[in-house]
């Protein structure tokens, strides 16, 4: 099975591509789609939903796995952003007849760690145990993308 994290954002979308097989999980594929914010939010959009569709259509997966909005009350704007880019995102899933669940951050850290409220840094060093990963990735999104897809591994076997 090939699974798909993606942790949406509008300037950096990461996301991580990995294989569960024979109870084991390894690494496809990893990276970050960077936009940035001299750029027009349609084309911002336009870069994601294009390199998240590149991503279905080569990848042969079987399920994406999107983290769940969440945004303090006295940042709507920022809600409002996310929003954007998760629609895109859902609508390039929808596009590739991709199922798409959606996890919390909290189910995310239990499923990884074993408790809702553990650190970044715990699920960043629990990524790179359990993918025999010798450093973090470049970006903390990328590390998020690749907890999303194992923890759907995590979920569905337990």
């Known amino acids: 099975m090939r699974i798909l994290g993606i942790d949406p954002a509008l300037k950096i979308t990461g996301y991580g591509l990995i294989e ?4 084991k999980i390894s690494l496809i594929k990893a990276g970050a789609v960077i936009t940035s ?8 959009l336009d870069k994601i939903y294009g390199a998240v569709s590149d ?37 390039a899933c929808a596009k ?16 990884i760690v074993g408790k809702g409220s553990a650190s970044k840094d715990q699920v960043q060093k629990m ?11 470049k ?8 907890a ?3 923890s759907y591994t995590n979920i569905i076997r337990y």
């Open 96 to 111: 590739g007849n991709i199922p798409l669940i959606e996890y919390s951050a909290t189910r995310v850290k239990k499923a």
């Open 148 to 150: 999303l897809a194992i």
């Open 37 to 44: 914010a001299r750029e027009a939010l349609p084309q911002r």
């Open 127 to 137: 990524v790179l145990s359990m993918l025999n990963l010798k450093a973090l990735p």
């Open 139 to 146: 970006y903390a999104d990328v590390t998020d993308a690749l």
């Open 55 to 91: 991503l279905i259509s080569s990848a042969a997966m079987d399920v994406m796995v999107l983290e769940k909005i969440y945004v303090h009350y006295h940042h709507p704007t920022t809600a409002f952003l996310l929003g954007q880019a998760r629609g895109i995102i859902c609508l």
């Open 20 to 23: 569960f097989k024979n109870n």
